[in-house]
Structures are given as C-alpha cells and as structure tokens.
C-alpha cells in the first residue's frame, strides 16, 4: 500500500464516524500528520511512520465501526450543512 493510498484510506475511514466532533478531529489529525511528516527522506524513518500509520488506520477503522454502533442525534451544525 503506498502513502497516498493509506492516506485515502484513513480519510474515508475517519468519514465513517457518526460523530461530527470525532470526525473532524481525525480528519485534522490525519492531514496535519501527513503535512509534519512530508519532508522526511530517511528510509528506516518513512518505514517506522509507515507501520505506524497502518497501526493507526486498523485502529481507527475498528473505532468507526464501533462509532457507528453507537449513533446519536445530529448536531445543529451538522443539520445546517
């Protein structure tokens, strides 16, 4: 799986939380880590960010599923849209 996957792929993963505030939060964390990380060249440090970020995108899909369990009502801000 390249970065560009993995990254398309925690990003739909985190668009599957029911929760608006949750889904935000994951969507900000994810862009703001890629952002951080995109000038690394080091070959052993891409790979641990790599395995790391696999890590982070199996976690985060068993907690959408749980999420999704588990719905409540729409926020205001999330009817306004």
């Known amino acids: ?3 560009v996957s993995l990254y398309k792929n925690l990003l739909a993963t985190a668009a599957k939380f029911d929760n608006y505030n949750f889904r ?3 969507v900000r964390r994810i862009n703001e880590t890629y ?3 995109r000038t690394v060249t080091d070959a052993a440090e891409l790979n641990a ?3 790391k970020a696999n890590l982070d995108a199996n976690t985060l899909n068993r ?3 749980i999420s999704q369990m588990y719905t ?3 926020l205001v801000v ?3 849209t």
């Open 49 to 51: 960010i790599f395995t």
């Open 35 to 37: 952002a951080a990380n």
């Open 78 to 80: 999330e009817k306004l």
């Open 63 to 65: 907690q959408a599923s």
């Open 24 to 26: 935000s939060y994951f």
């Open 1 to 3: 799986m390249s970065a």
């Open 72 to 74: 409540a009502e729409k």
